[in-house]
């Protein structure tokens, strides 16, 4: 099992940042990568970021690869979602993820997640 924990959710204005991060317990070495991704109200959960833990590779969605950053902390078994220049439409909660395989875009590709943080953006 692996436990994750998410936060660094809150309310922030139109224009503002926010770092989430996402720690991860247990048996974090049968993990291979990580994921947010979020849903808003009425809408389903998708994808914004995944990162191997092993690897430098990282994906964003393209409609936040100009405003949010991913990355890890392998020694704290860390991953982190800076986000910038927030809109009013990336409010949702966001989940962290955790996957033993090898692909990460996908919410059927993770075997972990977190309980979520409501991110609110005002306007």
């Known amino acids: 099992q692996v436990q994750l924990v998410e936060s660094g959710g809150g309310l922030v204005q139109a224009g503002g940042s926010l770092r989430l991060s996402c720690a991860a317990s247990?048996?974090?070495?049968?993990?291979?990568?990580m994921g947010w991704f979020r849903q808003a109200p009425g809408k389903e959960r998708e994808f914004v970021a995944a990162?191997?833990?092993?690897?430098?590779?990282?994906y964003v969605a393209d409609s936040v690869k100009d405003r949010f950053t991913i990355s890890r902390d392998n020694a704290k078994n860390t991953v982190y979602l800076d986000m910038n220049s927030l809109k009013v439409l990336d409010t949702a909660v966001y989940y962290c993820?955790?996957?033993?395989?090898?692909?990460?875009?996908?919410?059927?590709?993770?075997?972990?997640w977190g309980q979520g943080t409501q991110v609110t953006v005002s306007s």
């Open positions: 990162i191997r833990w092993r690897a430098r590779t990282a």
């Open positions: 247990g048996r974090t070495l049968s993990s291979t990568g």
């Open positions: 993820a955790a996957t033993s395989g090898m692909r990460l875009l996908a919410e059927y590709d993770y075997d972990y």
